[in-house]
C-alpha cells in the first residue's frame, strides 16, 4: 500500500512546471531550521548623494558621459555592454563540434532614483510605480526594434550578487536570439496551453489560492509566492492574475499594483534578516517580433542567495553542479516565514 506522502520529512523531488526541471528537497536535514539568531550587521550609512558614484545626478560615468540633474529614475546605454548592437550575423558550425553563433544587442543601466542611500523598498510607492512605468516603456521601446527577439528586465541587489554599485538601480538586456531559461518555459508553457487551453500559471496559481500553503500575499493584481519547485531558500515569484504575455498589457492600476508587490515583498526581504537583502530578480515575459505567444504568462524571478542570516549563503556546489539543485527547509517553511514578517520596513520601524 502506498503511504502517505510526507513533504515534510521525506526526501523528495519537485517538477519545476516551468522549466522540466528538478529539485531535491531534504526537510529531514533541517527539522528546525531556524535558530533565531541576527548578526547585527553595522548599519550603512551611505549620504544620499555620493560624489564619486556613476549613478548619482551630475556625476560622470566611465565613459565620460556626465549624468543629468534628473529627479526620478534615469536610463542610460550602459557603458560596458555585455550585447553590442553593432555586431554582424555569423555562424560558425565545424562537424556539429564547434558551434557559434553571432548575437546582436542592446544593454541599459536604469537609476532607480537620484538618491544613493535607498534601495527599492525603501522607495515610496508613488517612486516604485515610475520605475514600473520606466519599465514599460522601455519594453515598448525596444520592442519596436524588430531585430531584439527578447529583452530581460532585471536587477542584481546587494555585492554578493555582483551589483556594482549600492545606488538603487536595475538593468535591461535586449537581444536578438531568446535565451535558454525562456526557450525552457516557452516549451513548457506551450504544451500545456495546447492541451488545457489556458496558461500554466493560471492553472497554478488557482491550486496555490486553494491550497495557501505557499502564498505570502496577493493584492488585487498580483499574487507573491514561494514556488512549490523554489531551489533557493527564499526564492519567490510574482504572478498576475490577469493572463497576459508582457508587461505591454499591463494597465495603469495593474502597474500600480506590482509596485504595490514589489514593495511589500522587498521590505518583507530586508526583514528577514534585518538587512539589506540581496537578490538577483527579473521578469520573464513571452519573446517580441518572433510571432505569436498566446501561452506566455507574465511573472517575476526573486532568486535570494542568503540562508540562515545577513551573512550565512546557500552555496551551489557539489551535488548541486554535478547532478541536481537541493534545498533543506522546504518552500513551505519559507513562505510561512517570509509571510508572518511585517510589511513595514524595520528602518522605518527602528526610526
Ligand atoms: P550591476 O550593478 O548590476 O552590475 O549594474 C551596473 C552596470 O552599470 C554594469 O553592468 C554599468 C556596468 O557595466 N556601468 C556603466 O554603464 N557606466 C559606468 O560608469 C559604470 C558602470
Ligand atoms: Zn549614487
Given at each position: 500500500m502506498q503511504q502517505l506522502f510526507d513533504l515534510d520529512s521525506n526526501p523528495h523531488t519537485r517538477l519545476?512546471?516551468?522549466?522540466?526541471e528538478q529539485i531535491l528537497v531534504s526537510p529531514h536535514r533541517t527539522?528546525?531550521?531556524?535558530?533565531?539568531k541576527v548578526e547585527e550587521l553595522s548599519p550603512d550609512n551611505r549620504p544620499?548623494?555620493?560624489?564619486?558614484?556613476?549613478?548619482?545626478?551630475g556625476n560622470v560615468r566611465a565613459d565620460g558621459a556626465v549624468n543629468p540633474d534628473y529627479t526620478h529614475s534615469f536610463v542610460f546605454k550602459n557603458?560596458?555592454?555585455?550585447?553590442?548592437?553593432?555586431t554582424p550575423e555569423n555562424k560558425l558550425n565545424e562537424e556539429d563540434l564547434l558551434v557559434a553563433s553571432a548575437e546582436k544587442g542592446l544593454c541599459k543601466v536604469i537609476?532607480?532614483?537620484?538618491?544613493?542611500?535607498?534601495t527599492l523598498p525603501e522607495l515610496s510607492l508613488e517612486e516604485i510605480t515610475a520605475v514600473v512605468k520606466v519599465w514599460q516603456k522601455e519594453y515598448e521601446e525596444l520592442a519596436?526594434?524588430?531585430?531584439?527577439?527578447y529583452i530581460q528586465i532585471f536587477e542584481n541587489k546587494g555585492e554578493i550578487m555582483?551589483?556594482?554599485?549600492?545606488?538603487p538601480h536595475g538593468q535591461i538586456w535586449a537581444q536578438s536570439s531568446i535565451p535558454q531559461e525562456i526557450i525552457k518555459e516557452s516549451e513548457r508553457q506551450k504544451n500545456y496551453y495546447a492541451i488545457h487551453r489556458r496558461s500554466l500559471l493560471s492553472a497554478y496559481l488557482k491550486l496555490e489560492l486553494k491550497k495557501?500553503?505557499?502564498?505570502l500575499f496577493e493584492n488585487e493584481h498580483f499574487v507573491v509566492l514561494v514556488p512549490f519547485?523554489?531551489?533557493?531558500?527564499y526564492e519567490t515569484m510574482i504572478i498576475s492574475k490577469r493572463h497576459v504575455t508582457?508587461?505591454?498589457?499591463?494597465t495603469a492600476s495593474e502597474l500600480e499594483a506590482l509596485a504595490d508587490a514589489l514593495k511589500k515583498l522587498t521590505t518583507k526581504y530586508d526583514n528577514l534578516f534585518e538587512t539589506s537583502f540581496p537578490y538577483s530578480a527579473g521578469m520573464h515575459q513571452a519573446p517580441v517580433?518572433?510571432?505569436?505567444?498566446?501561452e506566455w504568462h507574465w511573472h517575476m524571478h526573486f532568486y535570494p542567495p542568503?540562508?540562515?542570516?545577513?551573512t550565512v549563503k546557500k552555496f551551489m556546489v557539489g551535488y548541486e553542479l554535478l547532478a541536481n539543485a537541493q534545498r533543506d527547509i522546504t518552500p513551505e517553511y519559507a513562505a510561512q516565514r517570509l509571510r508572518e514578517l511585517?510589511?513595514?520596513?524595520y528602518k522605518q520601524k527602528k526610526a
Open positions: 519545476n512546471i516551468l522549466t522540466g527539522k528546525r531550521p531556524w535558530q533565531g544620499v548623494y555620493d560624489p564619486k558614484c556613476y549613478l548619482c545626478p557603458d560596458f555592454a555585455a550585447l553590442l548592437e553593432d537609476s532607480f532614483s537620484p538618491k544613493h542611500n535607498l519596436a526594434h524588430d531585430w531584439i527577439k555582483g551589483c556594482s554599485n549600492p545606488h495557501q500553503e505557499r502564498i519547485w523554489a531551489v533557493w531558500p508582457g508587461i505591454n498589457f499591463f517580433n518572433n510571432g505569436e505567444y498566446p542568503l540562508l540562515r542570516s545577513a511585517s510589511v513595514e520596513h
